[in-house]
Every structure is written in C-alpha cells, then in structure tokens.
C-alpha cells in the first residue's frame, strides 16, 4: 500500500512539471512608431476586465544599465531583431559606437494592420489597469480661466493595454478613455489601433486619437491621401495627422519637453497645414473663423525595453484654451498664432510602471 502510494506521487509530480512546461513562453523583451492617424497597438475580442483572471504574473526587476544593454541585444539575436541604439541609450544610460541599424524593404509581418489577433501562449500582456489623470504644471496652462476639463478628482481616467508576441514579431492594444469636460458627462470610448510589426529593440510606440465632444466618439480616419480623398484638413473633421513622434523623451504630447509645438511631418501635406489642422482640433475657444472643434487629444505610449522587464506608459488628454487660426485661405498659423496655442495646452496625464504578464488561456 505504501509503496502504491509512492509510486502515485511521482507520476503526478512528474505530471505537473509537464504541464508546466508546456506554458513557459519563450523569453519576453520589450518594445513600442508613430501612428498618427492609423497604425499602432490593437485590442482583440478578449480585450476586458475580465482578462485580469486570464494573466499570471512572469517577470519580474528591472536590471540595471549595462545589464539591459546585454539582454536587449541578447533577444535581438534570439528574436531576429534589431537593436535600435537610439533607444537602447536613452533607456539605459549608456551609449555606444554601434551604429544604428535600418532595415529597409523586406517582406511584410503578416500579422501586421491587424484587428482581429488572438493572444496565444507566446503573449505578453501589459495594462496599466485604470489610472486617475491629474493635471500637469510646467509649460501647460493651469485651465483656471475658460475651464475645458472638470478638476475633480478622478473625473479624467484611462487604462492602457498592451500586448506583445515575439514569436509573431507583432504588438497591439487599445486605450480606455473616460473624459469629463466642464458642466458635462463623463465621455467613455476604448480606442483599438492596428498590430505593429515589431522590427527592433527597443521598441517604442505610440497610439494617437481624437475624441469628439460632439458626439463623445472617436473621428473617422481619411481614406487616403495620394488620390486627394479623404485627407485630413482645416476643411473637414477627419482625424489629424499626428505630430512627428519626440525620440529625445518619452513624451506624448502636443508640446515637446521646452514647451515648443511638436513637429509635423510633410509627407502627404505640408507640415503647416497638418499644425493649423491639429490647433483646430483641440482648441476650446475662438468665434467666428477662429472657432474650434472642442475635441479632446488622446494620446497613449508604450515601451519596454529587455527581456522579462516592466514595460512603461503613459496616458494623457490634452486640449486647448485657444482659438484656431485665422489665416484660413493658407491653412496656416501665424508665429503669434502658434505662440498662444502653445500656452494654451492643458493636459492630464498619468505614466506608470506596467507588470509583464504571461497569457494564460482558460
């Protein structure tokens, strides 16, 4: 009897450990472009409150600099990557004399521009759970006059949601919003990106996304461009182009880290029409020709940077107490124009430390 007994605890000893080992991913890293109006990290239908009992916890410290420069360029040949030494820098303190390396061309990730991926085994999820914005001091406007958002305490929340698979070499997420503007109620949207490739490490990403206090929902992407329908501008409430993504900070914003407007990029129009077409956006004041839309700017990043390592995000809504630019036969603002938008952006925001979570199935 009591050897019978033996013999059942080491086959179900030996059971477990299997199972195990058929749920340890392959070594996670860390990641995160720019998707102005389009690309970016997506949700799936999994994608809710109830994920919280689908996930189990697999990482753990971050590591130190030349500790994070070693793993990252360790995943990068375990993952086929490359290593962005741009990034690996500014998060690690550490510079090189490596060059940084560009791929150009190449067949594309079919996982790529996708809204429909399922999380697998391989999956790493990162969320944020839902954070309390507060309102930042420093270059924005203290919204004390021409107030545009309701400064109670938890009247501005979002949740960040990130999830990562290198073995697909592709990332996606959403961004649940809860907006309160002055005398109005609360504004609840979740925002789905598309999947990103992921080419390098790190990665850093961003998801970029207006949502109207009109209709309390998100604006409609144009259909292009290069055929001239469907382009964002002054003319119409489309989705903006996005400003150039800040690569010197982690930083989502309308303003850079001296209080500057962002740049934009001249890709499909010119730069100065995409910045008159955002200030329209976003501004709560004017009258007349210089009358805004009163969107609010939602804007969420994402990145981690080794393997194993908390990721980091950070959440925001940014607005303006400003009107928009008058000059409207050129689509442009005036340096005196662009001088008071930029002292007119309130913003609220939260960033914090995200957990690297292994996806488990039910």
């Excluded at 059971?15 to 340890?24: D, K, L, P, Q, R």
Aim: glycine share 8%; with cysteine; aromatic share 6%.
């Amino acid at each position: 009897m009591i050897k019978n007994l033996f013999n059942l605890i080491i086959i179900l000893s030996l059971s477990c450990t299997a199972v195990f080992a058929e749920i340890t991913a392959s070594a996670p890293t860390n990641i995160i472009q720019k998707i102005a109006s389009a690309t970016s990290f997506t949700s799936t239908s999994q994608s809710s409150a109830q994920n919280a009992n689908v996930i189990q916890n697999t990482t753990s410290t971050v590591i130190n600099g030349k500790e994070l420069r070693k793993t990252v360029q360790q995943d990068a040949k375990t993952f086929g990557l490359l290593v962005n030494e741009a990034a690996l820098a500014r998060e690690s303190g550490i510079t090189s004399t490596n060059k940084q390396l560009v791929k150009i061309g190449g067949a594309k990730n079919l996982y790529e521009g996708k809204k429909d991926l399922e999380p697998t085994l391989d999956t790493i999820v990162y969320d944020t759970g839902l954070m309390t914005l507060t309102k930042e001091g420093g270059h924005y406007n203290d919204d004390s006059s021409n107030t545009i958002f309701d400064g109670t305490s938890g009247a501005q929340q979002a949740r960040v949601k990130v999830y990562v698979d290198f073995k697909r070499k592709v990332l996606w997420g959403d961004v649940e919003s809860k907006i309160t503007l002055t005398g109005a109620s609360q504004i609840t949207n979740t925002y789905v990106g598309s999947s990103a490739a992921i080419t390098s490490l790190p990665v850093d990403k961003e998801l970029i996304h207006t949502i109207s206090s009109t209709t309390g929902k998100p604006l409609l992407l144009g259909d292009g461009c290069a055929t001239g329908a469907g382009c964002p501008g002054t003319t119409n409430n489309l989705e903006p182009f996005a400003y150039e993504k800040n690569n010197s900070q982690f930083l989502n914003s309308l303003l850079d880290e001296n209080g500057n407007i962002q740049s934009y990029d001249d890709t499909f129009n010119t730069a100065d029409i995409d910045m008159a077409d955002m200030v329209k956006n976003v501004t709560h004041g004017g009258s007349g020709s210089t009358l805004g839309d009163k969107n609010v700017l939602v804007q969420a990043r994402f990145l981690t940077t080794g393997s194993g390592t908390p990721g980091k995000s950070v959440a925001s809504f940014e607005a303006s107490n400003a009107g928009s630019c008058g000059n409207s036969s050129s689509s442009t603002c005036s340096t005196s124009e662009q001088n008071t938008f930029k002292d007119s952006v309130v913003r609220y925001s939260a960033t914090v430390e995200t957990t690297a979570k292994k996806y488990k199935a039910d």
